[in-house]
């Protein structure tokens, strides 16, 4: 998350200069289909506009319009005197009709989506930290339309009118903020897999006698490694010195490989050398 200041000093707002004690984050959307940030930084930041928020969000940096601890004109009510807000910068290609999006393409702004919500996110969770604030308590973390249920905002939709395309709701936003500040795993990154936790899904070969001896793409695998083990290619660990039974511990995945590479000649030079038919006949 990148951080850009530009401050709106030209906004009445900004010029009025009034700070609050943050209590929690409104979280808007523009309400207009208009990706680039810097279209309302240069429009706001002029006297006579009336409104004011703390950040823009982008799919890319975040722009800083107010110091954070500024009083925002952005609610339109009395959460102008606790929260921070920020307007999340919504696609090219729709309109509204009313607080209704039209002809919004949901799969087409899947990525767009992708992008900026988890920057809204991350952008919550740095000033929940800075400010102390709970993600997860009651009226913190609230959009422009859970404002107006709490008699504390106007009357618009953002962000309802537009996260639940994308299966995005405050509910899940405010459980990723929360998931982001205490190091879990969020809604949009799963945690990975730990190393141990692949091993624990792999399949592993103990012996020759454990390989199986058909596989429909690789003819007879045991046989073949069988052969490569006479030819001293793989090695056991000399527990069976006569036959083929001592302990390989090959995993699926290397065995297919082997496989693999067995068919296409890799082992021949060796493979002669040991008196063995090769792979490559020609
Ligand atoms: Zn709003």
């Given at each position: 998350m990148e951080i850009i200041q530009n401050i709106l000093t030209e906004n009445d707002c900004?010029?009025?200069?009034?700070?609050?004690?943050?209590?929690?984050?409104?979280?808007?959307?523009?309400?207009?289909?208009?990706?680039?940030?810097?279209v309302f930084l240069k429009n706001w930041n002029k006297s006579g506009i009336e409104a004011c928020v703390h950040a823009f969000v982008t799919t890319g940096p975040i722009y800083q319009a107010l110091p954070w601890n500024w009083r925002g004109w952005h609610a339109g009510g009395a959460a102008n005197n606790t929260h921070i807000s920020f307007e999340i910068c919504e696609p090219a290609g729709h309109t509204y009709n009313g607080g209704t999006m039209v002809g919004y393409d949901v799969e087409q702004n899947a990525e767009y989506f992708a992008a900026i919500y988890k920057n809204a996110v991350e952008l919550t969770a740095e000033?929940?930290?800075?400010?102390?604030?709970?993600?997860?308590?009651?009226?913190?973390?609230?959009?422009?339309?859970?404002?107006?249920?709490r008699g504390i905002a106007s009357n618009h939709s953002d962000v309802l009118q537009w996260f639940p395309k994308h299966d995005k709701n405050m509910d899940t936003f405010r459980a990723d903020v929360a998931a982001l500040m205490e190091g879990?795993?969020?809604?949009?990154?799963?945690?990975?897999?730990?190393?141990?936790?692949?091993?624990?899904?792999?399949?592993?070969?103990?012996?020759?006698?454990?390989?199986?001896?058909?596989?429909?793409?690789?003819?007879?695998?045991?046989?073949?490694?069988?052969k490569l083990m006479d030819a001293?290619?793989?090695?056991?660990?000399?527990?069976?010195?006569?036959?083929?039974?001592?302990?390989?511990?090959?995993?699926?995945?290397?065995?297919?490989?082997?496989?693999?590479?067995?068919?296409?000649?890799?082992?021949?030079?060796?493979?002669?050398?040991a008196g063995l038919e090769p792979a490559v006949k020609d």
């Open positions: 900004y010029k009025a200069g009034r700070t609050i004690t943050p209590r929690g984050v409104m979280v808007h959307s523009t309400g207009v289909a208009q990706p680039n940030a810097s000033l929940c930290k800075t400010y102390g604030l709970d993600p997860l308590e009651d009226g913190v973390v609230i959009c422009h339309c859970e404002g107006c249920d879990r795993a969020t809604s949009y990154e799963p945690e990975e897999k730990t190393v141990e936790e692949d091993d624990e899904d792999m399949i592993r070969y103990k012996k020759l006698s454990d390989i199986p001896n058909t596989w429909d793409e690789a003819g007879n695998p045991r046989a073949t490694i069988g001293k290619i793989i090695n056991g660990d000399g527990s069976d010195p006569t036959g083929n039974d001592d302990i390989i511990d090959l995993s699926e995945d290397m065995v297919r490989q082997t496989i693999i590479e067995y068919r296409g000649g890799a082992f021949d030079r060796r493979l002669i050398a």
